[in-house]
């Protein structure tokens, strides 16, 4: 008896311990920020919601005056690629305008097609740059 005693308190020393499950050192993503909406001023101002809605104003002191998407709250873009949307206007068969917009950081580049002058008249144009105000 003796013996088999020790024999089961030398496999109880030899055997490993069992181990507390690790704890996970995994962390959280933070939640992905979509850089495009906000406000933008510059040679023109820019409204962009979070469903990519654009609204596109146009002013200048010497009486150029337009905006694409302000009476309709803005005008749906689709994404060319993570850092360029698209606005394009087909308005009862007109020739078509397209504004391409591209971000690189707080800044936006508006170019226009050369169709969009119904838009804004014959000397003014969406063609800017615009900084992120808000």
Known sequence: MKRALILLLAIAACSPRPQ???ESTASVAPPVTDPWP?????DLMVRIDP???????EGEADGCTGDVGLAD????SKAISANEL???LQPDGVATCTFRIRKNGDMLTVTESETCAAYHGATCSFNGTAKRVK
């Open 73 to 76: 709250g803005g005008l749906p």
């Open 86 to 88: 698209e606005v394009t």
């Open 51 to 57: 469903s990519h809605r654009i609204i596109l104003v």
């Open 20 to 22: 507390a499950p690790e």
């Open 38 to 42: 906000g406000k933008y001023a510059g």
